[in-house]
């Protein structure tokens, strides 16, 4: 079955980090571009941040750029996403999207709340 799964969700306070995973199982993750969305709650989902299957090409949304890393271990079939300075406009539940030639697949998510 081709799935994806998020992990790693956690309640932090601001100005804290934290690392969200993402892994696939029935398909290989390391030859796809994978990007990570969120929702927060009564809001549109939005776009985060992509990565190039080798890596080299990165994407963030504004909101994103400076705090947030996108990073690959294709050795692993993994993808995360480091969030650094968090702020409660984070809080949401956060997706990882393959969508590409052959597929489109999304994960359940992983819940990120930040709250002091």
């Known amino acids: 079955q081709v799935q994806l799964v998020e992990s790693g969700g956690d309640s932090v306070q601001p100005g804290e980090s934290l690392r969200v995973s993402c892994t696939a199982s029935g398909f290989a993750l390391s030859v796809y571009p994978v990007s990570w969305h969120r929702q927060g709650a009564g809001k549109e989902r939005e776009f985060v941040a992509g990565?190039?299957?080798?890596?080299?090409?990165?994407k963030y949304a504004d909101s994103a750029k400076g705090r947030f890393t996108i990073f690959r271990d294709n050795s692993k079939n993994m993808v995360y996403l480091q969030l650094n300075g968090s702020k409660p406009d984070d809080t949401g539940v956060y997706y990882c999207?393959?969508?590409?030639?052959?597929?489109?697949?999304w994960g359940k998510g992983t819940l990120v709340t930040v709250s002091s």
């Open positions: 999207n393959v969508n590409s030639y052959d597929k489109n697949v």
């Open positions: 990565i190039s299957a080798d890596g080299l090409a990165i």
